[in-house]
């Protein structure tokens, strides 16, 4: 466990019963969401990839997107 994991832990510890179980019911959907998105990640073919890139080249090349800087 990291050390700021553990800081959170100790001072959520510290916290009424109730909110401490709103708080874990907030990592559980996140670290449930996490799984979830790493799990489609892994399944995605390198034709979807290619796909996706063309995608956004052509978003690009049409003006369709805007600059984050």
Do not use: Y
Not at 26 to 36: G, N, S
């Amino acid at each position: 466990m990291t050390e700021l994991l553990r800081q959170a832990i100790s001072e959520i510890e510290k916290l009424p019963a109730e909110q401490q179980d709103a708080i874990a019911s907030c990592l559980m959907a996140e670290l449930k969401d996490e799984q979830a998105w790493s799990a489609r990640f892994e399944t995605t073919t390198d034709e979807q990839w290619d796909r996706l890139a063309h995608m956004v080249r052509q978003e690009i090349a049409n003006g369709e997107t805007v600059s984050l800087v």
